[in-house]
């Protein structure tokens, strides 16, 4: 069952622990090689029938899963990335030419006061409008992938951290159908919920002369990483618990 005070309640569950998550997770590339692996190793504990939390140890495990997740999250937005370059490209392209055009139509009615540019620079301004229209359309669908993307990859990440096989990340109709269930959307809802509620801690640690904001951002980014993994991988034991009692 997913469960929000678990999953709040465990990155504290060892004072000497959180200590630690927190002082790495106020570093600066450290904390992408520590906290999601760290996190990781917890989830898969809790994959496993067990919330409770682990100390900080193995580290080379720690740092393997740390880049494997950060791989994984890259392939998924690959889509993203090549739709952007190739659309938004071709689509900034052809307002440049059509700038170009008019400024050429402009000098052209300079040099030939009689001849007419209107229809011309119409045309131009037309074509402008239209690029600028299709951008946003392909912007508007970028945002929908990227939302997307977002929602399902700690599905796909449960996949992997369950099996232990890179492959099983990118089992995409397995992926797809375990994201659209109760427990995976709640474990969603929960994320939601503790993310503001640290974010807003963050603001008032901020407020601590010179330390406060370095404080606030290295407890937030320990303690959402250790309690959203926690979350999904309460949905993912429970959805594959529906599976093997059906």
Do not use: C
């Not at 989830?43 to 994984?72: H, N, Q, T």
């Not at 669908?141 to 890179?166: N, Q, Y």
């Not at 159908?177 to 801690?201: D, L, R």
């Not at 303690?223 to 599976?243: G, I």
């Amino acid at each position: 069952m997913v469960s929000f005070g678990t999953a709040i309640k465990r990155p504290f569950e060892d004072l000497k622990t959180a200590i630690i998550g927190i002082i790495l997770g106020l570093i600066p590339i450290v904390n992408i090689l520590t906290i999601p692996g760290f996190a990781l190793r917890n989830a898969k504990r809790s994959l496993e029938g067990d919330d409770s939390l682990l100390s900080w140890g193995d580290w080379g495990d720690i740092i393997v899963k740390s880049i494997i997740a950060v791989v994984i999250g890259v392939v998924y937005f690959i889509p993203v990335i090549v739709i952007a370059f190739i659309f938004l490209g071709a689509l900034i392209f052809t307002i440049m030419g059509a700038v170009s055009g008019t400024q050429v139509t402009a000098g052209y009615a300079t040099l030939f006061p009689l001849a007419t540019t209107a229809t011309l620079d119409s045309a131009a301004m037309g074509q402008i409008g239209a690029t600028i229209g299709a951008m946003l359309g392909i912007v508007l669908i970028l945002v929908v992938l990227t939302l997307f993307i977002a929602f399902i990859l700690p599905m796909a990440i449960m996949h992997w951290l369950k099996e232990e096989s890179f492959g099983a990340a990118f089992r995409f109709g397995s992926v797809i159908k375990k994201s659209f269930t109760g427990p995976y959307i709640v474990a969603w809802i929960f994320t939601i919920v503790i993310m503001f509620i640290f974010f807003i801690v963050a603001i008032i640690l901020g407020l601590i002369p010179l330390v406060g904001v370095f404080i606030g951002s290295g407890l937030s980014t320990y303690v959402v990483a250790v309690a959203e993994y926690t979350l999904f991988a309460q949905a993912y034991r429970e959805l594959e618990q529906r599976v093997a009692t059906a």
